[in-house]
């Protein structure tokens, strides 16, 4: 690996050079099958695509680089990723949880523990010592945590969080999504996984669906995610792959104006009197912003959340009059999107009703903040 800055090397794309034709990006490599040799070895050390693909290879390695790990893979999607690590639990083994994360894989979890036999435990994350008393001096297998936590944007401590895994014997998995590695390398706060959903600020352009995860170190958990990855078949596809990593060439600049917009905004609305509150961890008024110093560098990510007066109707009516924002799920792209929770999960979110998530892209600041400003009439 080369001496240059992380920044450098993923906008080089890690000084990549195809040998055959001297081009400076990688090619696409669509083949499912590898040959082998007279004496039927593998002749390059692959021989088939559920197994091993050049082109993810690639993105792995530039995210591993992100990260600091040890090694990543490349998964179909963030919920294939999520999913291979509570696979490789066992039936019986405790795990604990957030009870606010991505909606999507919290339903998941509570679905699959039952069916899979997996003693979970959740916390609330706002409350100061809940993952402590949750995990209740007993042996764990797996903490799983995602900060900030989507959509309430809630701070949790990773280097608290690794400390308690780790003393119940658990593991601490970080769903890094929204920090980014450009943000936060939760390796380096003691995390032993981070996953991410690389179809938002990895990929930033809204046009692929794929997850990854990084271990801090290559053991025997690690060797069962990669034989749960390639028999269960969660992998990503070769144009997927050359996708994301053209995406990762830019995520630096990216996440960088995304969180720098998504501040300003923040701190425009912040005492906005249409607004009961302006949830973000960059703002000093957020409970988890003095954990966010901690552990986020060079922004607090580009993503926040409006409550706005007057309940569900009102934030529906609000983000009808917008113009710029644009209604739709995911986050983490370009271009910027606005999304009611509460209308997507349904009466038994714990959402709050008037919680309208804003996902703040590269467009220009100022026309951002017009647009809600109108919106909010
Ligand atoms: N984690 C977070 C924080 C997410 O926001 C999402 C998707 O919205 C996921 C995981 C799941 O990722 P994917 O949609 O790529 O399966």
Redesign the pocket.
Same mark, same amino acid.
């Given at each position: 690996m080369s001496k240059s800055s992380i920044e450098s090397d993923i906008a080089q794309g890690l000084h990549f050079i195809d040998e055959a034709t001297g081009g400076v990006v990688p090619p696409i490599q669509p083949s499912t099958t590898f040959v082998r040799d007279a004496d039927y070895e593998l002749l390059r050390g692959r021989g088939y695509a559920r197994d091993h693909n050049p082109g993810f290879e690639h993105a792995e390695n530039m995210l591993c680089r992100m990260e600091g790990g040890a090694d990543a893979k490349l998964f179909a999607?963030?919920?294939?990723a999520?999913a291979t690590v509570f696979q490789s639990l066992a039936p019986g083994d405790r795990v604990v949880c957030p009870s606010v994360m991505?909606w999507?894989?919290r339903g998941w979890l509570v679905d699959f523990a039952k069916t899979w036999g997996l003693d979970l435990v959740q916390f609330d994350a706002t409350q100061d010592g809940a993952l402590e008393q949750a995990l209740d001096g007993r042996p764990a297998k797996l903490v799983w945590i995602?900060t900030p936590c989507?959509p309430t944007w809630d701070v949790i401590s990773i280097a608290e969080s690794a400390k308690l895994a780790h003393d119940a014997g658990a593991v601490l998995a970080v769903?890094s999504? #929204?920090a980014t590695p450009v943000l936060t390398q939760p390796i380096v706060h003691g995390a032993d996984l981070v996953m991410h959903?690389?179809?938002?600020y990895l990929n930033g352009h809204g046009d692929v #669906?794929?997850?990854a995860l990084v271990t801090a170190k290559e053991d025997a958990l690690w060797e069962r995610i990669g034989v749960l990855r390639g028999e269960g078949g969660a992998i990503a596809g070769s144009f997927d792959a050359y996708l994301l990593q053209r995406g990762m060439r830019t995520v630096f600049l990216r996440v960088r104006q995304s969180s720098a917009s998504a501040l300003a905004i923040a701190k425009h609305f912040e005492n906005d009197k249409r607004l009961e509150r302006v949830s973000y961890p960059g703002l000093e008024s957020h409970p988890g912003h003095a954990i966010a110093k901690t552990q986020m560098s060079g922004g607090f990510s580009g993503m926040l959340s409006f409550m706005v007066n007057g309940g569900a109707e009102a934030a529906l009516a609000f983000i009808r009059r917008l113009k710029l924002f644009i209604p739709a799920t995911?986050?983490g792209g370009v271009e910027s999107l606005v999304e009611h929770r509460y209308s997507i999960e349904g009466a038994d979110s714990p959402i709050p009703e008037n919680l309208v998530r804003l996902s703040v892209g590269i467009e220009r600041v100022e026309d951002l903040i017009a647009d809600l400003d109108q919106a909010l009439g």
């Open positions: 999607s963030g919920m294939a999520a991505y999507g894989l995602e989507n769903d999504t #929204v959903s690389a179809t938002k #669906v794929s997850g995911s986050l």
